[in-house]
């Protein structure tokens, strides 16, 4: 993938020359390498990407000029691909208290029996 980095690196020096290419403003030079930043998100972070083009390209991009480059320039789905350690919707247990919904599933009858059991309980308790 840093191949990739450099062998676009070398074709913009041979376009526009190295006094250019060191005087090119930041975010032009990131949309000249849109597709290979886009091409780095697959297997890295944005983070991970800032500082590989930091350490590639010899310059100091910083966070917040790169950022807003990918918020304007990426999509949302080219960037963030759910990995592994990311939480899916699908298949996420949801941990439920299994009495609370059984008591909110009985009717009339059985919550009065149950009603009545309890109370039939505590005058016992009470008798003793």
Do not use: H
Not at 51 to 74: H, M, P, Q, R, W
């Amino acid at each position: 993938m840093k191949n990739i980095l450099k062998t676009r690196k070398d074709e913009i020096v041979n376009k526009v020359g190295e006094n250019e290419f060191t005087r090119l403003q930041k975010i032009k030079l990131l949309k000249l390498m849109e597709l290979e930043i886009q091409q780095l998100f697959e297997f890295w972070s944005k983070g991970q990407v800032l500082e590989i083009l930091n350490n590639e390209l010899g310059f100091k991009i910083s966070k917040t000029v790169f950022y807003d480059f990918c918020a304007k320039n990426l999509k949302k789905d080219e960037i963030s691909k759910p990995i592994k350690r990311d939480k899916i919707e699908e298949g996420v247990s949801q941990n439920r208290d299994k009495k609370k919904e059984e008591i909110a599933t009985l009717n009339e009858e059985e919550l009065s029996a149950i009603a009545m059991f309890n109370s039939k309980i505590d005058q016992i308790k009470g008798v003793k």
